[in-house]
């Protein structure tokens, strides 16, 4: 079990408060992580069942009329790891959930539009994660550096984008704004790689020692956007990036607990489960009632305990009284027991009316036994965990 060495919550640790300054920034830190780099990435992977199954459930409230979704911005200048950030981020969860847009050079057509029109188009719609590879930032960054247009236009589009991103907001979407900061050094040497590596050169572009000779006018622009739009509804978390596995690890966590704290539960249903279980069960022989009824134990008691390892580790991330949260997992675990029992009686009861069915127990082997018996492995892990902190 790999350990959480986060000392302090990454969204602290990491966010743009008023006064944050980018040159006095150590690109090679691991702010609020107290493990190393084996640490770091094990305890990453160990975060992927969560992740995944809260995308899930995000999804799922999508597909029933839900309007939240949640949109992750990634800047940094080439080489700071975006690409491979994305990839990264994206594996962790189900492709159907997520949607991806990066934004380069406006096309002929994207530039007949203001520039939030090519990025309206491409936002998370309800239920998704959105994320995006570079952004409308880019439009007060390169635009700005590179003098695309007057500084009479860039200037008026802090405001626009906080009043932007606010209705973004307050219409549903949780925004999360990741700049990764990769120090001139850590950029030459990652820019040498690609020169070296046949696997690597296509990702080079001639224009690329253009872009690091303008690097610290780039610092400054990013210094102006953390000042200007890192606001209390859509705040700048700035990741040195000399460490990818610093900054991977850094994202997946504030992506989590962000996930976490937007407390999705799984949808309810507006039908009868029991008026839908007996028209199914018409149309099915009474061999294949007898094999779901056996299995139904089984499949439900491990979708649960699923379920409640998600409620335990949100319980944790969000430093939930162990003893409260122990009795409110407690008293999920037996309602789902309670549906279980109801769901078992009735196919019992369905099965009961068919003149070739076998005779049923009501005691399915293993079915009392093995719930407890799960519950209390769970908890002497659970206690293994604590007692190794
Ligand atoms: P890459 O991410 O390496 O594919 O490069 C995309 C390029 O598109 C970068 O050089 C960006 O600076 C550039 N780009 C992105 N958005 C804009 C924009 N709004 N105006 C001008 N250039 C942009
Ligand atoms: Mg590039």
Redesign the pocket.
Known sequence: MAENLWTTDPREALRAHPGFTLASMDRRATPGWGGDKAQGKAFMDSRASLLSELQERLFAEGRVGGKRSVLVVVQGL?TAG??GMVRHVMGYVDPQGVSLA?????TEEERQHH?LWRIENKLPTPGRIGVF??S?Y??V???RV?E?IEESVWSERYDEINEWEKQLVESGTTILKFALMVSHEEQGIRLMERLDRPDKRWKY?T?DLD?RAKWHAFQEAYQAVFDRTSTEHAPWYVLPADRKWFSRLALTEILTRTLVEMEIGWPSVRWSPEVQRRNLAKSMSTASLVESYEDTPAVVTEAMEETLEVRRDSADLLDADPDASEQRIAARRAEWLTDLEETLAHKRELLAARDDAPALTADIPGIGSKTKKAAKSKKSKKGKKKSKK
Do not use: I, M, N
């Open positions: 080439d975006k690409g990066s934004f380069g050079v406006p520039y590879d570079r409308h880019e439009d960054l390169v635009v590179d695309l572009s224009g872009t």
